[in-house]
């Protein structure tokens, strides 16, 4: 079975507009690359033909991603929905209870996620503890470095 890859409206048209740039310029200008590298002569001591090449390899993997994300996704929307729980799309905001530290985030796709810039993924150990809690609960996180407790202050969506 494949994934399944949730997205935002705005990741989903992102990622369509990216596979769509690739496959109709960046592609061509990748081919206009490789037949300029050939016609530098000798192919096995071609650096250039071999950086072309693999700027075409980088090329079709990355459209092959994006192939399958578009074919296997499910869009979050953002829709109000009764009751105050975590689910994806929510904006949380915790307290850290052993540093006295308040921090936020929003609950994200995976293909989303940008920790350093406060978007975790669903499928985070800390994504996963969030899911389905309301404010007020505690949650413990396993971490590398042994369990982390968070309080739950705010749910926005």
């Known amino acids: 079975m494949a994934k399944e890859y949730k997205l935002s409206p705005e990741r989903l048209k992102e990622l ?10 960046r592609e061509k200008e990748v081919a206009e690359l ?6 530098f002569g000798d192919l096995s001591e071609n650096s250039e033909y071999d950086e072309a090449k693999n700027e075409q390899g980088k090329l079709y993997s990355r459209m092959a991603e994006l192939d399958e994300i578009l074919s296997n996704y499910v869009v979050i929307e953002e829709a109000a929905v009764e009751g105050g ?6 904006t949380v905001t915790v ?10 985030y929003k609950i994200v796709g995976s293909q989303e996620a940008d920790p350093m810039n406060g978007a975790i993924s669903e499928d985070s150990p800390f994504g996963r503890a969030l899911l389905g809690r309301n404010v007020g609960d505690d949650v413990t996180v396993d971490a590398p470095a042994g369990p982390v407790e968070y309080q739950i202050l705010r749910v926005e969506r």
Do not use: C, H, M, P
């Open 85 to 90: 729980f975590i689910r994806l799309g929510s």
């Open 95 to 104: 307290l850290d209870k052993e540093f006295n530290e308040e921090a936020t």
């Open 16 to 25: 369509q507009d990216e596979l769509n740039y690739l496959k109709t310029v």
């Open 34 to 39: 490789i037949k300029e590298a050939r016609s």
